[in-house]
Nanobody
């Protein structure tokens, strides 16, 4: 089994920054790709970005140029650095992991999920 724990959420003013760590534990050797998603109430879970085993990244158009994903293999931790935040970024952010080699943009492609962390951007 794999456990994912996100942290770092909170309240920030528009234009500000937050960094969300996602710590993985358990059978982490089987994980090759990590993703970040977000979900507003009543809406579908939306792909934010992902990072694969080689460190290659992919981002949704809505966050490209503002968000950056990185990882620290020694700590089994993936980070979502969010800059230039806007009120539309307000929602719950989830970390996800999959055993496949490629980044996929659909939530059904991921095997493990964290509990989510709330990000609120005030105008």
């Amino acid at each position: 089994q794999v456990q994912l724990v996100e942290s770092g959420g909170g309240l920030v003013q528009a234009g500000g920054s937050l960094r969300l760590p996602c710590a993985a534990s358990g059978r982490t050797a089987s994980l090759y790709t990590m993703g970040w998603f977000r979900q507003a109430p009543g809406k579908e879970r939306e792909f934010v970005g992902g990072i694969d085993w080689s460190g290659s990244t992919a981002y949704a158009d809505s966050v490209k140029g503002r968000f950056t994903i990185s990882k620290d293999n020694a700590k089994n931790t993936v980070y979502l650095q969010m800059n230039s935040l806007i009120p539309e970024d307000t929602t719950v952010y989830y970390c996800a992991a999959r055993t496949g080699l490629r980044i996929v943009v659909v939530s059904t492609g991921y095997d493990y999920w964290g509990q989510g962390t709330q990000v609120t951007v005030s105008s």
